[in-house]
């Protein structure tokens, strides 16, 4: 996915920030690839590149890892960070969830080191060495180079290797694998210092007008509508009004932590159309976090929301952007959903 590829457009500005892509919505079949996408791209977060103690469980990240028509026994990623301080190029292989092989970190299209752990003989070491003349290049013991050079060199806060390694700890996402308060801290801690009543308002603004509170029972904190008798929140919501529930958490702990990259998939799946778009607007306030999500509402396809080069197409062998899955120049009075029922931007 290229984030920097952008086109012109005198409208909704907001989803794009110095030059990149800010908020995109990825389109596409069943079982097509997105939510594999973004377990794809959300890897580098993954242990240890990420702050451990807010994650909870991963799930099940380690059951499944590599393709199983894959031949070469790995997957490889690549990452571009662009900073105002400079570009940063990140590429690895593994051969399962935590089992790195290969690593190589360019820096201003200068190798800062390359590290190849069935090979070390081949390593090119001389970019740290400059970084730093005292630190020891013996990686047999390392788990990550990149965690290991950013840990133990003193780089100033504005050096594009810091800066990549403050947004990979700060990517989150909410995938099918990740539902509940788990990635996002606990309900209690949520909810605190005000938060049960800016939910209450959320609802409000999506149309479910309601008071709630928070009972404690068997050292446990449970939510429940203020009713009399109280009902329990999980046992009588409706499964929209559940999803809602999800989507707060992951709104604040975004808010707070100052997420650099979230990933929602099928976030949407119970929203009526009109409350998926005022969702949408609202991550609008999430100013510093680039965004991307996969959906099959196609009520969400509208210059009115979004522009063409950040709605995507996902095939089983490419992700395309509107803006160029066709030949037609889209303009903004353009029918973006009508043209994508009747197959406008297919193969």
Do not use: W
Not at 193 to 198: N, V
Request: proline share 3%; hydrophobic share 35%; glycine share 4%.
């Amino acid at each position: 996915m290229d984030f920097n590829d952008v086109r012109d457009y005198q409208f909704n500005s907001n989803c794009v920030d110095n030059e990149l892509i800010r908020k995109a919505i990825i389109y596409g079949k069943n079982a097509i690839g997105k939510s594999n996408f973004g377990s794809a791209l959300l890897d580098i977060a993954q242990r240890p590149f990420r702050d451990t103690n807010n994650v909870g469980d991963d799930g099940d990240y380690d059951v499944s890892f590599l393709n199983t028509e894959n031949q070469s026994g790995f997957a490889e990623f690549f990452y571009r960070f662009r900073f105002d301080e400079g570009q940063v190029e990140y590429v690895y292989r593994k051969s399962a969830p935590y089992t790195l092989l290969y690593e190589k970190i360019k820096v201003n299209d200068k190798i800062i080191v390359e590290y190849d752990r069935e090979h070390p003989e081949r390593s090119d070491t001389s970019g740290i060495e400059e970084l730093s003349k005292t630190l020891i290049l013996d990686f047999a013991n390392v788990y990550s180079v990149f965690n290991y050079i950013v840990s133990n060199v003193p780089l100033k806060s504005e050096h594009p290797l810091k800066r990549t390694f403050e947004y990979i700890r700060r990517m989150r996402g909410l995938t099918q694998h990740t539902r509940g308060f788990a990635p996002f801290g606990r309900m209690p801690d949520v909810f605190a210092d005000g938060g049960l009543e800016e939910f209450e308002s959320f609802l409000c603004d999506a149309g479910i007008h309601t008071k709630l509170k928070l009972v404690e029972e068997n050292d446990r904190v449970r939510l429940y509508f203020d009713t009399a008798p109280p009902l329990l929140f999980n046992q009588v919501a409706s499964s929209g009004t559940k999803a809602l529930l999800n989507f707060f958490p992951m709104f604040k702990f975004a808010e707070r932590r100052n997420t650099s990259l979230l990933f929602l998939d099928e976030f949407d799946s119970f929203y009526h159309f009109e409350l998926a778009e005022t969702l949408i607007k609202m991550l609008d306030k999430l100013k510093d976090t680039q965004i991307i999500i996969t959906s099959h509402n196609t009520n969400l396809l509208s210059n009115r929301i979004m522009r063409p080069d950040c709605y995507f197409i996902m095939t089983k062998d490419k992700l395309t952007s509107f803006a160029n899955a066709t030949t037609r120049e889209l303009r903004e009075g353009h029918n973006l959903e009508k043209l994508y029922m009747s197959g406008e931007f297919d193969e």
